[in-house]
């Protein structure tokens, strides 16, 4: 990703990480080519955000780059699109991300030809201390 794209009609697809509302418009995070940005659009009829996360949209807006200014970095990049129609899911989140078997937290990070890349994982950890039975955060 670079500024190339500012201010240019551009269409990509990824997974969404997170969603929520942003004032009078749905803000998503999403991950595409192991690059992560935000997108915004208006708000659909019936929208469950939590049904967002984890599924597979591609999305038609306008791209945004910001910049600091004095040191000349580039910063992020946010997508604006301006109809409900320019956000498509394609692939809709699993019914329930818990179904699949827990990860250990050692193989948690490593790649797997298995594992869909950006998904909701469920891990289990204990407290290593304990006391009298109990365990204390």
């Not at 969404?16 to 708000?43: C, D, H, K, M, W």
């Not at 939590?50 to 999305?59: E, R």
């Not at 109809?83 to 019914?95: G, I, K, N, S």
Request: net charge positive.
């Amino acid at each position: 990703m670079s500024g190339t794209e500012d201010s240019q009609r551009v269409e990509i697809s990824g997974i969404v990480r997170t969603a929520q509302l942003s004032g009078n418009r749905v803000g998503i995070e999403l991950v595409s080519g192991g690059y992560r940005l935000r997108a915004f659009f208006p708000i659909p009829v019936n929208l469950d955000l939590q049904s967002l996360v984890g599924a597979k949209v591609v999305l038609r807006g306008t791209a945004a780059a910001a910049f600091n200014a004095p040191l000349r970095h580039f910063l992020t990049v946010a997508l604006y699109v301006p109809q409900v129609a320019d956000f498509v899911v394609t692939e809709p989140a699993p019914a329930n991300p818990f179904d699949d078997p827990p990860i250990p937290l050692t193989g948690l990070l490593n790649i797997a030809r298995t594992v869909r890349p950006a998904i909701r994982c469920m891990s289990k950890a204990w407290s290593p201390s304990e006391t009298r039975g109990r365990f204390v955060p």
